[in-house]
């Protein structure tokens, strides 16, 4: 099992910068990659970007290119996500995500953390 504590979120205005964090406890051993997804009010839950825990190769949703940085640290297992030039439609709560293997689908889930972003 691996656990995920996600953090970092709070309200900003437009334009603002924010950085999440997530923390992955237990087997980590075992993850192939990390993402970062979002839910806002009414929508469905939504990939924002992924990075591979080995050779740390970055994919990202194209509403979030050159706004949004993922990376981590393996040595202390923490994943983050910087976003920039925040807008908007960028308000959601933010959920960390893991997976075990390239193709299947993602095993572990944090308990997901509210960004707000206003006007």
């Known amino acids: 099992q691996v656990q995920l504590v996600d953090s970092g979120g709070g309200l900003v205005q437009a334009g603002d910068s924010l950085r999440l964090s997530c923390a992955a406890s237990?087997?980590?051993?075992?993850?192939?990659?990390m993402g970062w997804f979002r839910q806002a009010p009414g929508k469905e839950r939504e990939f924002v970007a992924a990075?591979?825990?080995?050779?740390?190769?970055?994919y990202y949703a194209d509403s979030v290119k050159g706004r949004f940085t993922i990376s981590r640290d393996n040595a202390k297992n923490m994943v983050y996500l910087q976003m920039n030039s925040l807008k908007p439609e960028d308000t959601a709560v933010y959920y960390c995500?893991?997976?075990?293997?390239?193709?299947?689908?993602?095993?572990?889930w944090g308990q997901g953390t509210q960004v707000t972003v206003s006007s």
């Open positions: 237990g087997r980590t051993f075992s993850i192939h990659t």
């Open positions: 990075i591979r825990w080995s050779g740390g190769s970055t």
């Open positions: 995500a893991a997976k075990r293997g390239s193709t299947t689908g993602y095993d572990y």
